[in-house]
């Protein structure tokens, strides 16, 4: 059983449009974190998100962690060939465990 | 980059041999973790270490062990490896820990890459 499930698994866009990536659970989690991972390498942290109804910009990238605090979203605007990647959401609960989503594989084409 | 070094990178071995893979910081971070990579299951969290001789399992931590005797080395070991293990392992590296909620920041080593036939 997988704690945190994202979707879509995978997808594939046109250089300039806009995406949403998500990350659903039906636990709650005292913080959150996206992961961007490129071939070959480990996950690099983007952001942590630790307030419901929490809301970060990283340039184009927009985060959001649900009022709940069970699920997170990961918007990109005018997608750029540079943020082709998988994508990983992971979470912590109450009891200090760590989840990983199952991540989501973007590719952005030219 | 954090300093993080996995050895080796890639590795093929049969079924039943023991197998050790390498983690080395040169980060002096308290925390060091071991996951596995699989398609559809994302990270999981095999064994992590709170400090030197002091370690704990995570999620999947059958037919693994761990050792950690210096703060700069973390080895996990496959006592008799099974294909279920092939997968890519990452090592990963934080100076706070999980405890107090994921406000901390992992890095990520270049991961090893296990084949067993």
């Known amino acids: 059983t997988q704690l945190l499930e994202q979707s879509p698994q995978f997808l594939s866009i046109q250089e300039g449009e806009n995406l949403t990536v998500y990350c659903n659970s039906s636990?709650?989690?005292?913080?959150l974190q996206w992961y961007r991972q490129e071939p070959g390498e480990g996950p690099v942290l983007l952001v942590t998100?630790?307030?419901?109804?929490e809301v970060k910009k990283l340039k184009r990238l927009t985060f959001q962690f649900g009022d709940a605090r069970k699920d997170s979203s990961l918007h990109i605007t005018a997608a750029q060939t540079g943020d082709t990647g998988l994508y990983l959401c992971?979470?912590?609960?109450?009891?200090?465990?760590?989840?990983f989503g199952t991540g989501t594989r973007l590719t952005v084409i030219p | 980059d954090a300093g993080i070094t996995q050895s080796p990178r890639h590795k093929v071995t049969e079924t039943g041999t023991p197998v050790t893979l390498r983690c080395h910081q040169t980060?002096?971070?308290?925390?060091m973790y071991w996951y596995r990579q699989d398609p559809g299951h994302g990270l999981r969290l095999i064994h992590y270490?709170?400090?030197?001789?002091?370690?704990d399992k995570g999620e999947v931590s059958d037919g693994y062990s761990v050792s950690r005797s210096k703060t700069e080395d973390f080895l996990l070991t496959l006592e008799s490896a099974t294909s279920s293990q092939t997968s890519v392992y990452f090592c990963?590296?934080?100076?706070?820990?999980?405890?107090?909620?994921?406000?901390?920041?992992?890095?990520f080593g270049p991961g090893t890459r296990l084949t067993v036939l």
């Open positions: 270490s709170y400090g030197v001789k002091d370690t």
């Open positions: 990963a590296i934080s100076p706070r820990g999980l405890a107090g909620g994921l406000t901390d920041t992992q890095y």
């Open positions: 998100v630790v307030t419901g109804g």
């Open positions: 636990s709650v989690f005292s913080s």
């Open positions: 992971a979470g912590i609960t109450g009891a200090n465990n760590l989840f």
């Open positions: 980060e002096n971070h308290r925390y």
